[in-house]
């Protein structure tokens, strides 16, 4: 009866050498011989079932731990994404700025030579219309 335990049970490598010889024991100590095939395959049926319920579990920790990967992964894909696109609206705003301070140092550089005009002009109309200053100038330059 041990081989026939051995070859059921061992295929599956849930149960130990040394637990299969124990359960023999047991079964053998406890049981009528007409009994214990009938023990035995219930060992088995649990054994089976323990093993099952296991890989059941595993396969179920394995698709939970993928759709979180997969879910992480989207993140970053998203994340990513979102980075481009504030890059994008960035250099945009960038390109803008630069632009209206291109148009700022255009409007400054006019001012300036509008500036210096009316200055020159100002000062021209200063010494024709004060005829002491014009007097001063023309006697010095005498």
Do not use: C, W
């Amino acid at each position: 009866m041990q081989g026939n335990m051995m070859q059921v049970i061992q295929p599956n490598h849930t149960i130990s050498q040394s637990t299969i010889a124990l359960i023999m024991k047991l079964i053998k100590k406890s049981y009528k011989e007409e009994e214990q095939q009938e023990v035995l395959n219930d060992i088995v049926a649990i054994v089976d079932e323990v093993k099952r319920d296991n890989r059941i579990s595993s396969e179920l920790i394995r698709e939970e731990v993928v759709e979180k990967l997969k879910g992480e992964l989207a993140t970053k894909d998203f994340v990513r994404a979102e980075i481009a696109g504030v890059k994008q609206e960035l250099k945009q705003e960038i390109a803008k700025v630069e632009k209206e301070i291109a148009e700022v140092r255009a409007n400054y550089r006019s001012l300036r030579q509008e500036m210096k005009f009316y200055a020159i002009g100002l000062g021209v109309l200063i010494i024709i219309l004060q005829p002491k200053v014009f007097d001063f100038i023309t006697a010095f330059l005498k």
